[in-house]
């Protein structure tokens, strides 16, 4: 069976749960699963991490994404899930440290405006430490979650790991059906997905090879 579109996806949840009468609710086992793979779970006795590759990162273009002088904040791309580094577009180029907003509050409130020099997050938006007194293009690099499969059909994830998705909609679907005897095995088999894909992803990230680096020096 290929799974590579939304469609698909519902096909084979189907199939594997061996029911017929779900079709209305396999859409939301897919948003819930969708919620597990991009936000990770605390679920106590099936925990997950969120998923981290490398088809997820983007980067912000600092000619069209800029601050504004005197507004502190600037809103976070759509489908932003996590930073993985924040710098203005000057010469040199000016790295920002992030803060918690207590840090920054404590340090910055109050002061003159001037180039950003930390960031924190507020809401749905990065915030800037001092207020930006001009316009800076911003590169940000973040992780992005993949759109909603109910609103973009397919994309690189269930195209190239459609396990990670067929899994995580079978461990949702479970408490609703009221059968939790295959649970174990669905979340055995999302962790081993989602495990070797990261694992493989980490691997291309630095050519299969991995230095190790002691504080102590070298012998």
């Given at each position: 069976m290929t799974i590579a579109t939304y469609a698909d996806l519902q096909n084979a949840v189907g199939t594997w749960l061996a029911r017929a009468d779900l079709a209305a609710n396999i859409p939301d086992f897919i948003t819930l699963a969708e919620s597990r793979i991009f936000y990770g779970s605390d679920d106590p006795n099936f925990p997950s991490p969120p998923l981290r590759i490398r088809a997820m990162e983007q980067v912000t273009d600092p000619a069209l994404y800029t601050t504004t002088a005197g507004v502190p904040t600037l809103a976070l791309p759509?489908?932003?899930?996590?930073?993985?580094?924040?710098?203005?577009?000057?010469?040199?180029?000016?790295?920002?440290?992030?803060?918690?907003?207590?840090?920054?509050?404590?340090?910055?409130?109050?002061?003159?405006?001037?180039?950003?020099?930390?960031?924190?997050?507020?809401?749905?938006?990065?915030r800037f430490g001092p207020t930006p007194d001009a316009a800076y293009g911003v590169t940000l690099a973040y992780y992005q979650r993949f759109d909603p499969l109910a609103q973009t059909p397919t994309n690189w994830l269930i195209v190239n790991a459609p396990g990670v998705y067929l899994y995580a909609a079978?461990?949702?679907?479970?408490?609703?059906?009221?059968?939790?005897?295959?649970?174990?095995?669905?979340?055995?088999?999302?962790?081993?997905?989602?495990?070797?894909?990261?694992?493989?992803?980490?691997?291309?990230?630095?050519?299969?090879?991995?230095?190790?680096?002691?504080?102590?020096?070298?012998?």
């Open positions: 759509n489908g932003f899930l996590e930073a993985r580094a924040v710098s203005l577009a000057t010469v040199p180029i000016a790295d920002l440290d992030f803060v918690t907003q207590k840090q920054l509050n404590a340090a910055w409130v109050g002061t003159a405006n001037g180039r950003p020099q930390v960031y924190t997050f507020q809401g749905d938006n990065l079978l461990i949702e679907a479970q408490p609703f059906i009221m059968s939790d005897q295959r649970l174990p095995l669905w979340a055995g088999m999302f962790a081993a997905a989602t495990r070797s894909l990261m694992v493989a992803d980490q691997q291309d990230r630095w050519g299969g090879q991995m230095v190790m680096r002691s504080d102590t020096g070298n012998p």
